[in-house]
């Protein structure tokens, strides 16, 4: 009797580290490959793309068996043993809101509504650089100095919907 | 600058990566993910498409104004404004690049400008294109003008054929109005490429999409590519 609650207890233990694991790395190895400033090789890529798209939902199953193996094994862990289990479900909870999050856009703020001002009124100075596009009567610049920090615009030229990359 | 619909859907994208020093774009509606670079899927359900590219250019504010009317300029996001950095250029050089490419003479931050005819790429150090511009040049068989404009920043690039005939250009010397002038009817160009006195008066060459980047990164993105050389 005391011998298989022993053993239920070790398998317990076993999965609580196996899922903590997998939700902390299913965060954590795409964000450490599509790091800035480092060489991704296109297989390490590929791998880290896979991995993020399948974060957000794999995250929150693994998250929800850790709390379900730590109310299970609360009770009969040690006070060492409780304080593994709280610092990793905080590190579990921390890579399922990671998963959700798209932080890259915590440095290059999105521009959510593009709003334009005509060419008369802009201060922009005559020497700097803009990209340009046309459709028909509908001219548009966008300063590369602001794209340089949003990279992204999604604009509607005319009837044309564009994307405006830097 | 990308056309934003692939398979009849209108995509919203945003940043989300980066490969190589050059970033990586997903689209909200199938969460496909895009290298900003080239429009192509790399990854998800629209893998494999390619945006279309849409044919824009870089100018300076002065040259655009000079050359439309009713312009719309997008404006300073209030809460960013003072996250735009004048000097981004020289910062974004100091960068540590994590992809080189040996056996040319251009330094991986070399800016060139790069262009695809036919399936062939061609590199222009612009360097080189402020020394030389206007650059006469042929692609797998089509000819080619690649200018600076009279700003000395502004760029474009053309099919260099008038009349179905090619045509070669030079600047216009002791004047103080930019133009070209083709050596076979001797009309002036503007940098629009449109001819504005001679018998060509009225006709425009054709424009091709040019790129302006950093050499490493117009390598990494077109390997086969060639540079130009005079």
Not at chain 2, 70 to 89: I, P, T
Not at chain 2, 108 to 126: I, K
Not at chain 2, 132 to 139: A, C, E, G, N, T
Request: proline share 4%; glycine share 6%.
């Amino acid at each position: 009797m005391h011998q298989s609650s022993e053993r239920g207890s070790r398998g317990l233990w076993t999965l609580f580290a196996a899922s903590s694991l997998a939700c902390i790395g299913l965060f954590f190895v795409p964000a450490f490959i599509i790091r800035p400033f480092r060489y991704q090789s296109p297989r390490a890529l590929s791998l880290a793309l896979m991995v993020r798209q399948r974060a957000p939902l794999g995250t929150l199953v693994a998250a929800l068996i850790c709390l379900l193996l730590v109310l299970a094994l609360w009770r009969i862990a040690r006070t060492w043993q409780r304080i593994v289990l709280m610092v990793a479900m905080l590190l579990v909870a921390f890579s399922a809101v990671m998963a959700r999050i798209n932080y890259f856009e915590w440095m290059f703020h999105p521009v959510d509504s593009p709003q334009f001002e005509a060419e008369t009124q802009s201060k922009l100075d005559s020497a700097e650089m803009i990209m340009a596009v046309r459709f028909g009567n509908d001219a548009r610049a966008y300063p590369i100095r602001e794209m340089a920090y949003h990279h992204i615009v999604n604009d509607m030229v005319g009837t044309e919907p564009v994307a405006v990359t830097y | 600058m990308w056309r934003r619909t692939a398979n009849g859907k209108t995509l919203h994208f945003y940043l989300a990566g980066i490969n190589n020093q050059n970033f990586l774009m997903r689209d909200k509606e199938t969460g496909t993910w895009w290298q900003q670079i080239t429009g192509k899927a790399i990854y998800g359900p629209m893998k494999g498409t390619a945006l279309e590219l849409i044919s824009s250019d870089e100018l300076t504010f002065g040259e655009w104004k000079s050359e439309i009317s009713n312009g719309q300029v997008l404006a300073a996001v209030k809460k960013d404004a003072k996250e735009y950095d004048s000097n981004w250029e020289p910062e974004v050089a100091k960068l540590p690049v994590v992809i080189s490419f040996t056996g040319t003479e251009l330094k991986s931050r070399d800016v060139v400008v790069g262009l695809e005819v036919g399936g062939s790429a061609r590199a222009y150090p612009w360097a080189t294109l402020l020394k030389q511009s206007p650059i006469i040049d042929r692609v797998q068989g089509t000819p080619l003008l690649i200018a600076v404009g009279p700003d000395g920043k502004s760029f474009r690039a053309f099919v260099s054929r008038v009349d179905g005939k090619d045509a070669e250009f030079f600047l216009q010397n002791g004047t103080k109005d930019w133009a070209l002038i083709d050596t076979t009817t001797a009309s002036q160009w503007n940098f629009q490429g449109c001819a504005i006195s001679g018998p060509s008066a009225g006709r425009c060459l054709d424009r091709i999409s040019a790129l302006k980047d950093y050499w490493f990164n117009w390598r990494n993105y077109h390997p086969d590519t060639t540079i130009y050389k005079h």
